[in-house]
C-alpha cells in the first residue's frame, strides 16, 4: 500500500513561522512536522510515499529528497496553483496508482499505528476518528458499527486527516480545485465509508498554542 502525506498548505495561521518555511517543516522538538509522518510510515511498512506541495514546496523536496535515508521512495506532486485536499489527491492520482492508499494531513501530529490501517477496504474510505477537541467542539462524523454517519446522527467526533482511500472515491472529478468532504458525505449516504476511533494522541497543529501542545506532548514523552 501506498501513502501520500498532504502538505501544500499555506499555514496562514502559523505566520511569521511560515512566511519562509513551508507549514510541514516547522519544527516540534527540533523536527519538522512532516519528519515524524515519513519516519512513523516507514516504520509500519510503507514504502513508497507520495507527497503534494505547493507553497515554497521546493523546500519540503530538498529536505526530505528521494526518502532513501528515511528507507522510502518519495515522489511529489507539485501543484503551481491551490488544488484544496480533493484536487490535491486528484492531481496525484497517477502517481498512487488503482489501489487503495493511506491519505496522511501533513500539519497533524499524534502516536498512530499506521500498520493497523494496512488492511483491506470495505468500501470507499475509512477514517481515522478522533474526539472532538475545544476549536472544533461540533465535530465532522459519527460512528456506528464501525460505519461512518453525518455528526447529526449520534455522538460527533472530528476527523483526523488520516484515512485509507480508494482512487474510485475520484470517479468523476475533474482536474482542478475541490475539497475532499463533499466527496466522503456522498459516499458514507451509500454507506461506502467505514471509520475507527483513535483515543491516544492527536493535534491538528493549525495554530501557535497548538505548536505548543505538541511540544509539551513531546517533553512528556522525553
Same mark, same amino acid.
Given at each position: %500500500?501506498?501513502? %501520500?502525506?498532504?502538505?501544500?498548505?499555506?499555514?496562514?495561521?502559523?505566520?511569521?513561522?511560515?512566511?519562509?518555511?513551508?507549514?510541514?517543516?516547522?519544527?516540534?522538538?527540533?523536527?519538522? #512536522?512532516?519528519?515524524?509522518?515519513?519516519?512513523?510510515?516507514?516504520?509500519?511498512?510503507?514504502?513508497?510515499?507520495?507527497?503534494?506541495?505547493?507553497?515554497?514546496?521546493?523546500?519540503?523536496?530538498?529536505?526530505?529528497?528521494?526518502?532513501?535515508?528515511?528507507?522510502?521512495?518519495?515522489?511529489?506532486?507539485?501543484?503551481?496553483?491551490?488544488?484544496?485536499?480533493?484536487?490535491?489527491?486528484?492531481?496525484?492520482?497517477?502517481?498512487?496508482?488503482?489501489?487503495?492508499? #493511506?491519505?496522511?494531513?501533513?500539519?497533524?501530529?499524534?502516536?498512530?499505528?499506521?500498520?493497523?490501517?494496512?488492511?483491506?477496504?470495505?468500501?470507499?474510505?475509512? #477514517?481515522?476518528?478522533?474526539?472532538?477537541?475545544?476549536?472544533?467542539?461540533?465535530?465532522?462524523?459519527?460512528?456506528?458499527?464501525?460505519?461512518?454517519?453525518?455528526?447529526?446522527?449520534?455522538?460527533? #467526533?472530528?476527523?483526523?486527516?488520516?484515512?485509507?482511500?480508494?482512487?474510485?472515491?475520484?470517479?468523476?472529478?475533474?482536474?482542478?480545485?475541490?475539497?475532499?468532504?463533499?466527496?466522503?458525505?456522498?459516499?458514507?449516504?451509500?454507506?461506502?465509508?467505514?471509520?475507527?476511533?483513535?483515543?491516544?494522541?492527536?493535534?491538528?497543529?493549525?495554530?501557535?498554542?497548538?505548536?505548543?501542545?505538541?511540544?509539551?506532548?513531546?517533553?512528556?514523552?522525553?
Amino acid at each position: %500500500m501506498r501513502a %501520500m502525506i498532504l502538505a501544500a498548505g499555506k499555514g496562514e495561521r502559523l505566520r511569521p513561522l511560515t512566511l519562509h518555511t513551508p507549514k510541514p517543516l516547522v519544527r516540534a522538538g527540533g523536527v519538522p #512536522l512532516i519528519e515524524y509522518h515519513v519516519r512513523a510510515l516507514a516504520a509500519a511498512g510503507f514504502r513508497e510515499l507520495v507527497i503534494n506541495h505547493a507553497w515554497l514546496g521546493q523546500q519540503i523536496e530538498d529536505y526530505l529528497g528521494n526518502g532513501a535515508r528515511f528507507g522510502v521512495t518519495i515522489r511529489y506532486s507539485a501543484e503551481g496553483e491551490p488544488l484544496e485536499t480533493g484536487g490535491g489527491i486528484f492531481r496525484a492520482l497517477p502517481l498512487l496508482g488503482d489501489q487503495p492508499f #493511506l491519505l496522511v494531513n501533513g500539519d497533524v501530529w499524534g502516536d498512530f499505528d499506521f500498520a493497523a490501517l494496512r488492511k483491506p477496504l470495505d468500501g470507499l474510505a475509512h #477514517l481515522l476518528l478522533v474526539d472532538n477537541p475545544a476549536h472544533h467542539p461540533q465535530g465532522d462524523f459519527s460512528l456506528h458499527d464501525g460505519l461512518v454517519g453525518d455528526a447529526q446522527e449520534g455522538e460527533s #467526533l472530528t476527523y483526523s486527516g488520516i484515512a485509507v482511500i480508494d482512487p474510485q472515491l475520484f470517479l468523476g472529478c475533474e482536474d482542478g480545485a475541490f475539497k475532499l468532504a463533499p466527496l466522503l458525505r456522498q459516499a458514507l449516504r451509500e454507506g461506502l465509508v467505514t471509520g475507527e476511533r483513535h483515543v491516544g494522541a492527536w493535534v491538528d497543529v493549525g495554530t501557535h498554542e497548538r505548536l505548543a501542545d505538541v511540544e509539551r506532548l513531546l517533553v512528556a514523552r522525553g
